[in-house]
Structures are given as structure tokens and as C-alpha cells.
């Protein structure tokens, strides 16, 4: 079936640093894809998505890239802050054919000080 | 702001106890969803409704039925609570069709001794 893959599981980065999360999604039909942020105790809630029709997508410090040729998508976080610290989810949607969201496993992010 | 709510935040059930988990969205969205989180898997889907009365399977809807009977609202049931359905349970939202982003609720943290 299909399946969102995410890495690295853990990471950890000095504050100002730069963060890079992985993806790869198996479902070719994917057309919608988009981030979750987790805080510890806190719903998930979207911090920035991108549809198949464009390459990158920029929002402050936030940025999403997608290769569709490689089912590859990344998040990317520059000039990290503590307050970035927070569980991350990938996401693979097929918004014309269904409704269902393939989330990936997570990735924790720690930002320190 | 979209509000999605959550009955209860924290539950302790026995095995082969029947378990109704609440969920009601402020906003007249149009579809529904019920995740699980745990460690390492990321959110699995277990069911969804995209209009009242209708209803679909997601990833691992095994165990698990559901009933929307409002718009609003889309209730999570577990017939027969089993050791390894203890777990937290995520209630989530989107506005319509082509609109992708979901609002999740607060969770349910569910305990089954």
C-alpha cells in the first residue's frame, strides 16, 4: 500500500543551525504535501504544504522542496531556535482522488541553546 | 479559528469494555477523521467521513467503527477495548474536497489495563 517514508527519526542541531528533514512517498497519484508540527502535549498543526504543480515553497524560515521524479519532498528549517524544538511529520496526499493523509513516522527535532 | 474538540483528553478502560470517543468540529467542515499516534509509527488512519451517515476505511480500521450522525460530529467506537488498542487517538478536519489541510483536535489518550 502506500507509505511515506521520513528521516532522520532524531536530530539535533546547535541554535542557528540549519535543519533538514526527509521524505519519500510511494503513491505516484500524490499531488498534496504537508508538514505537521507537534509540540509536547499539543496537536499537530500545518506549518507549510506544497502541491505537485510547483518545486519549493518559501515561508520565512521554512522552506519545503519537492522532486516529484524522485518521490523525494524536504523541510527545511534555517537560523534554528529553541521554540523550533517539536516532533515533525511529513505528509502524502491525494486531494483529487480521496481524501486520505499518509503521514510519516515523525522526526523530533531538539534545537540547543 | 477552527475549534476541534475532543470528549475526553485521558482514559482508563478494561479489556472488553465498549469505548466512545467524542469529536465535534465548530467550523461545518465537511470531512472527518480519526488518527492514532504511536511512537515511531506516525498517525494512522483508522476511518473517515467526507458527508454525515457516510463513512470509510482507513489503514487500520480493525477493531474500530464510527457513526456521523451530525456534521459536526464523528464518533470513534471500540467494541470490545483490547491491551493493544491503548493508544493516543487523534480527531481531525478539512474544509472540503480539494482542500487538504486537516485541524486536529487535542487527542484522547486512551489506557486499556
Known amino acids: 500500500g502506500e507509505n511515506v517514508e521520513q528521516h532522520p527519526s532524531t536530530l539535533s542541531v546547535q541554535e542557528g543551525d540549519s535543519a533538514v528533514i526527509k521524505c519519500t512517498y510511494s503513491d505516484s497519484a500524490s499531488n498534496y504535501f504537508p508538514w505537521y508540527k507537534q509540540e509536547l502535549g499539543k496537536r499537530p498543526q500545518l506549518i507549510i504544504d506544497i502541491r505537485s504543480n510547483v518545486g519549493e515553497k518559501k515561508d520565512q524560515r521554512i522552506a519545503v522542496t519537492l522532486n516529484k521524479t524522485a518521490k523525494h519532498f524536504s523541510l527545511h528549517i534555517t537560523e534554528t531556535q529553541p521554540e523550533d524544538s517539536a516532533v515533525y511529520f511529513c505528509a502524502a496526499s491525494t486531494l483529487t482522488g480521496g481524501f486520505k493523509t499518509i503521514f510519516g513516522a515523525g522526526t523530533r527535532l531538539f534545537v540547543k541553546a | 479559528d477552527v475549534k476541534v474538540t475532543q470528549s475526553s483528553r485521558y482514559l482508563v478502560k478494561r479489556t472488553g469494555e465498549k469505548v466512545f470517543l467524542e469529536c465535534v468540529q465548530d467550523m461545518d467542515h465537511e470531512n472527518m477523521f480519526w488518527y492514532r499516534q504511536d511512537p515511531g509509527l506516525g498517525l494512522r488512519l483508522i476511518y473517515f467521513s467526507y458527508d454525515v451517515k457516510m463513512k470509510e476505511k482507513g489503514d487500520i480500521p480493525e477493531g474500530y467503527s464510527v457513526s456521523r450522525e451530525k456534521k459536526e460530529r464523528f464518533s470513534l467506537i471500540l467494541e470490545s477495548a483490547s491491551t493493544n488498542q491503548t493508544s493516543m487517538y487523534l480527531c481531525?478536519?478539512?474544509?472540503?474536497?480539494?482542500?487538504?489541510?486537516?485541524?486536529f483536535g487535542e487527542g484522547s489518550r486512551l489506557t486499556v489495563l
Open positions: 481531525a478536519s478539512s474544509r472540503t474536497y480539494t482542500d487538504g489541510e486537516l485541524f
